[in-house]
C-alpha cells in the first residue's frame, strides 16, 4: 500500500496492489494468473467497512460492483465497468475485472464522415487512474471475489454531495416510477408538471427525485422508437377495444398499397352529442404533428355554452393533401350524422380551403387569427427587429377594424411604414384579413371562437394531450383521458356557474329575463351590451331606427325591427357574429317597450342546459357529493323558476309532493343514509 498527498488537488491518494505478484497497477496488465491477496485489512483513521481493503470479499462480481459504486457515490465520482479476463462458459471462466472512474480513460478520436454531421459532445473522461480490481478464488469448492488491486488517485477534483447525484450513474428510475410517469403521460401533462407531483407525492424538495426532467424525457422518447407498422396494428387495436365497449365510440382509417395503416380519425360518444348542440361554429386546427412520427393532427374544437372549449373529434394523417383532408372531413361528418358545421374556422391552409370548398359547400369558411398569429414570430422576427412587438401590436389594433375600408387605409400606410411591399406574409394577411371580411356578414357565432381568451384555452386544451406523446396505440387513449378530464372539469365549472349570484347592473326587465335564460357566461356578454345601450340614442326613420352614441353627431347604425313577426336585425351584425344581440338592437327594444328578449335571439347554444346528468348517472364511479351537489342545484333552479308565478308554485307543489311519495316507496340500504351524507358534509 501507498499513502500519500496528490500535490495538485490535495486528494489523499491510496493505492493498494497485491505484492506476490509484482506486477504493475497499469489497467493494461493482461495478465490473467492467480493472485496471491494479501488478506490483512489495513488500519487507516479515515478507513472504515465502507473502504475497499486488500483480500476484502464478494460473493459476487456485481456485489463488487455494488460495494465500490457506493463507495465512490460518498466519495463524490462514479464508476463504470472497464475490463474483463476470461469469458463465461470457458475454461475456468471469467476471472478478473475492473471497475474504473467514470473520467478514465481518453476520448477515441472519431473519423470525420463529410456525410454525416458529427455530434461535437464534450467528453468528461481526463485519463483517471482510479479503480479497483477483483479477482476470482476457489477455496474449498466454493468460488469467491476478492479485491486484489486498488488506487483511489484521481487527476480530477471530486464532485459534493449535492452536486454526485446529478451523475448519470446514480440517476435512476424505478420500474414504479416508470409506471407513473407513463400514466401521468397519458393524460397530458408536462414533464415539469410530473416532476413537482412526484415530489409532492415522495415528500422530497424540489430537485431532489433520484432523476431529472431529461431523464423524463428520454424514457418518453424511448418508447417512441418503436416500429411504426407495430404501431399502426396496436393502435388499430386500440380502437376496436374501444368500440367494443362502446359502440358510440367511432372510427374510420384508410389503408395504404402494402396494406398500412394510412389515415385514421376517431370521435367519441361525449363529443357527438356535444357537437349536436355546439357544433355551430367548429375550429379545424391543422397546424399540429405527432412529432414522434412525423404525422400531422387535425384536431375539431369548439366552445359550449359556458364558454369552455370542447372537444369534437381527432385525425392523424399521413400527409397533408387535398386528397387526405377531403377524405378527413368526410369521416367527421360521418361520425356527425351528416350534420355539417355553419361555420368552420381552420388557418391559411389551401389545400383545406379546397378541401372544405369541395366536402362543405353549405359551411361559412373563415380564418382563426390565433392560427395565424402563432406564426408571426418567424415569419417578421429576424426582418423587422426591434420594431416587430410594435408592429404586431399596430397589426391587432388594425385588424379588429369593422369597416373594411378603415382596414384598407390603414394597411397601405401601415405596410408602406414598415417596408413590407413585397414581402409574401404580409400579402397573404391582406387577404386573410379581406376574407374575414367578407365571412363576417354571413358567420355565425363566431365572436366565441375568436376572442383572445378563447383562443388560447383552445390551444391550451390541444397542447394538453399533445405535449407528451408516448407510443401511437397510447394516443387514443391518451386524448380520451384529456376530454374526459376537460369535461369533469367543465361539469365542475358549470356548477360553481350555475350557484353563483348573478348581479343585475340596469334593473331592466329584459335582463331579469336573460339571466334566468342565459349561462352565467352568456349572460355577461349580453349584460355588457345591455350597459352600453344606455349610452346610445335611437331615431325613428321611415322604415328603420337609427342608433348612434349620445357623444357622436355623425355615424351610427340601422336597426330594423318587425314587432308582429319579432325580428330585430342590425347593421353591425353582431348578433350574427357572437350569437348575443347587440347594443344598437337593445336600445330599439327598449324604447319599444320590450320586457322580453325574443325567442329567436336566446339561441339554443347559450342556454342553460343540463350539463350531462345521463352521463352523471351512468358512471357508477362518480361520489355521492357530486351527485348531491348536481341535485341541490336542480332544486335551486326549481324554486327560482316557480317563484315567478303563483300557477308555478301550485304546479311544483303538486308535483314535488307525487316525486318525495315515489321517493319514499323506494327500499333504503341497511346502513340508511349515512353513506350519502357523510360525502357532503
Known amino acids: 500500500m501507498r499513502n500519500m498527498m496528490s500535490e495538485e488537488d490535495g486528494h489523499l491518494l491510496m493505492v493498494y496492489d497485491d505484492l506476490s505478484e509484482q506486477r504493475s497497477l497499469s489497467l493494461d496488465d493482461t495478465s490473467s494468473n492467480e493472485e496471491s491477496p494479501d488478506e490483512t485489512r489495513l488500519s487507516l483513521e479515515f478507513t472504515n467497512d465502507a473502504f475497499p481493503y486488500m483480500g476484502q470479499r464478494f460473493v459476487s462480481h456485481d456485489a463488487g460492483y455494488e460495494f465500490y459504486s457506493e463507495f465512490a457515490k460518498r466519495c463524490g465520482f462514479s464508476i463504470r465497468r472497464h475490463r474483463t479476463e476470461g469469458k463465461d462458459g470457458v475454461g475456468k471462466g471469467l476471472t478478473r475485472r ?39 478464488t476457489t477455496e474449498l469448492g466454493t468460488p469467491e471475489w476478492r479485491v486484489t488491486g486498488f488506487s483511489n488517485h484521481h487527476n480530477h477534483e471530486l464532485l459534493e454531495q449535492n452536486q454526485v447525484r446529478f451523475l448519470p450513474a446514480y440517476r435512476t428510475i424505478s420500474d414504479t416510477d416508470k409506471s407513473r410517469i407513463l400514466m401521468f403521460a397519458k393524460t397530458g401533462i408536462s414533464v415539469q408538471q410530473m416532476m413537482r407531483l412526484m415530489e409532492l407525492e415522495k415528500c422530497v424538495e424540489p430537485g431532489y427525485l433520484p432523476f431529472t426532467e431529461k431523464d423524463v424525457r428520454n424514457l418518453l422518447q424511448s418508447f417512441r422508437k418503436l416500429d ?16 367494443q365497449k362502446d359502440p358510440n365510440f367511432k372510427f374510420e382509417y384508410t389503408l ?15 363529443s357527438i352529442q356535444s357537437y349536436e348542440i355546439f357544433g355551430d361554429a367548429v375550429v379545424f386546427d391543422t397546424t399540429h404533428r405527432l412529432t414522434a412520427f412525423d404525422m400531422p393532427v387535425g384536431i375539431w374544437v369548439g366552445i359550449n355554452n359556458y364558454g369552455m372549449p370542447c372537444f369534437f373529434g381527432c385525425a392523424l394523417l399521413h400527409e397533408e393533401t387535398l386528397s387526405t383532408l377531403s377524405w378527413a372531413l368526410k369521416a367527421f361528418l360521418g361520425f356527425m350524422n351528416g350534420k355539417a358545421p355553419q361555420t368552420i374556422l381552420t388557418d391559411q391552409n389551401m389545400c383545406l380551403k379546397e378541401a ?10 373563415a380564418l382563426c387569427m390565433w392560427m395565424i398569429v402563432g406564426k408571426f414570430s418567424s415569419w417578421f422576427n429576424a426582418l423587422l427587429g426591434e420594431r416587430y412587438n410594435e408592429w404586431k401590436a399596430e397589426f391587432h389594433r388594425l385588424y379588429n377594424v369593422e369597416s373594411t375600408e378603415d382596414f384598407e387605409i390603414g394597411w397601405r400606410d401601415m405596410v408602406n411604414s414598415y417596408g413590407l411591399q413585397n414581402n409574401r406574409h404580409v400579402f397573404n394577411l391582406y387577404a386573410s384579413r379581406t376574407h374575414w371580411a367578407l365571412s363576417y356578414l354571413r358567420s355565425h357565432f363566431l365572436g366565441g371562437m375568436t376572442a383572445a381568451g378563447h383562443s388560447k384555452a383552445i390551444s391550451a386544451f390541444i397542447q394538453r394531450f399533445l405535449s407528451t406523446q408516448t407510443r401511437l396505440a397510447h394516443f387514443v387513449e391518451q386524448v380520451a383521458v384529456t376530454v374526459d378530464f ?16 348573478l348581479p343585475l347592473k340596469t334593473g331592466a326587465p329584459m335582463e331579469a329575463h336573460a339571466a334566468s335564460v342565459f349561462t352565467p357566461y352568456a349572460f ?24 348612434r352614441h349620445h357623444t357622436k353627431l355623425d355615424g351610427g347604425r340601422k336597426v330594423y325591427w318587425v314587432p308582429r313577426e319579432g325580428i330585430i336585425s342590425c347593421s353591425c351584425h353582431h348578433f ?12 330599439v327594444l ?13 339561441p339554443v347554444r347559450w342556454r342553460r342546459i343540463s350539463s350531462s346528468p345521463a352521463k352523471l348517472l351512468q358512471n357508477s364511479s362518480n361520489d355521492h357529493g357530486e351527485r348531491m351537489q348536481y341535485l341541490q342545484n336542480l332544486v335551486s333552479t326549481l324554486i327560482n323558476e316557480s317563484a315567478k308565478s303563483k300557477e308555478r308554485i301550485d304546479l311544483a307543489t303538486e308535483q314535488l309532493s307525487i316525486l318525495l311519495s315515489r321517493i319514499r316507496e323506494q327500499p333504503v340500504p341497511p346502513n340508511g343514509a349515512s353513506d350519502f351524507t357523510s360525502d357532503i358534509i
Open 98 to 136: 475492473y471497475f474504473v472512474c467514470h473520467r478514465a480513460g481518453n476520448t477515441p478520436v472519431k473519423t470525420s464522415n463529410e456525410y454525416k454531421p458529427q455530434r461535437n459532445r464534450k467528453s468528461s473522461r481526463c485519463g483517471c487512474q482510479a479503480y479497483m480490481r477483483i479477482s476470482k
Open 524 to 547: 355577461s356578454k349580453l349584460q355588457e351590451q345591455l350597459v352600453l345601450a344606455a349610452h346610445y340614442a335611437s331615431f325613428q326613420m321611415e322604415d328603420c331606427f337609427f342608433v
Open 486 to 501: 376537460k369535461d369533469r372539469a367543465a361539469e365542475q365549472q358549470t356548477m360553481q356557474q350555475n350557484l353563483q349570484n
Open 256 to 270: 395504404d398499397a402494402y396494406n398500412k395503416l394510412e389515415n385514421i380519425a376517431w370521435s367519441y360518444a361525449s
Open 228 to 243: 411504426p407498422e407495430e404501431e399502426s396494428v396496436d393502435l388499430l387495436k386500440t380502437c376496436r377495444s374501444i368500440k
Open 356 to 365: 372544405i370548398a369541395q366536402v362543405l359547400p353549405t359551411t361559412k369558411h
Open 576 to 587: 350574427e357574429f357572437s350569437g348575443i344581440l347587440c347594443r344598437h338592437a337593445l336600445r
Open 590 to 602: 327598449s324604447t319599444a317597450n320590450c320586457f322580453q328578449i325574443p325567442d329567436r335571439y336566446l
